[in-house]
């Protein structure tokens, strides 16, 4: 017999967590070896472009782990769009993942309405597709081989 209860609790998802964590290390050799490495944490990674004024121009936000580079947020100011701005920020982004700590692959999340075709250009690759994520948006999961 249990009890199902639906609440908010920090402490339960803490121990979650790491009982997880735990049965995802023993069952995986892979994550096995991550265990008390450097690699089995992520390392946050941001990357601002100011203006002449020191205002917030552009900026992106992610962190990596193990060899990836996860990319949360990008963004740049309607008066800097179509300036090349949001592609220097990926790139010193996964320039700085590739070469200051050794990532081989980059991934993100964006919507149909954000900028699918703008990663394509740069290089990624549409791996997964969730449409009505939320309802009336399609979701577009990217990755990329940084060599």
């Known amino acids: 017999m249990f009890r199902i209860e639906a609440e908010v609790d920090k402490a339960r998802r803490?121990?979650?967590?790491?009982?997880?964590?735990?049965t995802n290390t023993a069952a995986s050799p892979v994550l096995s070896a991550?265990?008390?490495t450097p690699g089995e944490r992520e390392v946050p990674l941001h990357v601002w472009a100011?203006?002449?004024a020191g205002d917030l121009a552009g900026g992106l936000v992610g962190h990596t782990w193990t060899t990836w580079l996860h990319i949360t947020y990008l963004w740049v100011d309607a008066r800097h769009r179509g300036t090349g701005l949001g592609s220097r920020l990926l790139a010193e982004a996964e320039?700085?993942?590739r070469t200051g700590r050794g990532c081989t692959a980059a991934r993100l999340e964006t919507w149909d309405?954000?900028?699918p075709?703008?990663?394509r250009k740069q290089g990624?690759?549409?791996?997964?597709?969730i449409p009505d994520y939320p309802p009336g948006i399609t979701e577009f999961t990217l990755t990329k081989q940084l060599g």
Do not use: N, T
């Open 113 to 115: 309405f954000q900028a």
């Open 50 to 52: 100011l203006d002449s």
């Open 14 to 22: 803490d121990l979650l967590r790491s009982r997880l964590r735990d």
């Open 95 to 97: 320039h700085l993942a």
């Open 124 to 129: 990624y690759d549409v791996v997964c597709v």
């Open 117 to 119: 075709e703008f990663y």
């Open 34 to 36: 991550l265990r008390g």
